[in-house]
């Protein structure tokens, strides 16, 4: 899976890497939500290694794409995230000296 945990200076945090290149997404707008069609597995790539990715993995025929944003605005919908809730957890979070 290409959710992973780094440690950033104030404690670890999630960053997703691609699944081609393996070089860090730094921005949604950046990357892509990748999946076989039939399969469960989700992917991630750059918007640049896209192509290749699929290419290497069966043909691109086979997959489907979506935008990470979109993906995540999906994802916290199925999940019934409270937005409110999350940011003041968040920032409880941030307060703590470690």
């Given at each position: 899976m290409t959710l992973v945990m780094r440690e950033t200076g104030r404690g670890s945090a999630p960053i997703l890497v691609c699944d081609h290149?393996?070089?860090r997404i730094e921005r949604a707008s950046d990357g892509n939500v990748e999946w076989r069609?039939?399969?469960?597995?989700?992917?991630?790539t750059h918007k640049r290694c896209s192509w290749a990715f699929e290419g290497?993995?069966?043909?691109?025929?086979?997959?489907?794409?979506?935008?990470?944003d979109v993906n995540l605005l999906y994802l916290a919908h199925n999940l019934q995230v409270d937005w409110k809730k999350a940011?003041?957890?968040?920032?409880?979070?941030e307060s703590i000296e470690v």
């Open positions: 290149c393996g070089q069609r039939g399969d469960d597995k989700v992917f991630h290497a993995h069966g043909g691109r025929a086979k997959w489907s794409a979506s935008e990470i940011e003041e957890r968040a920032a409880w979070l």
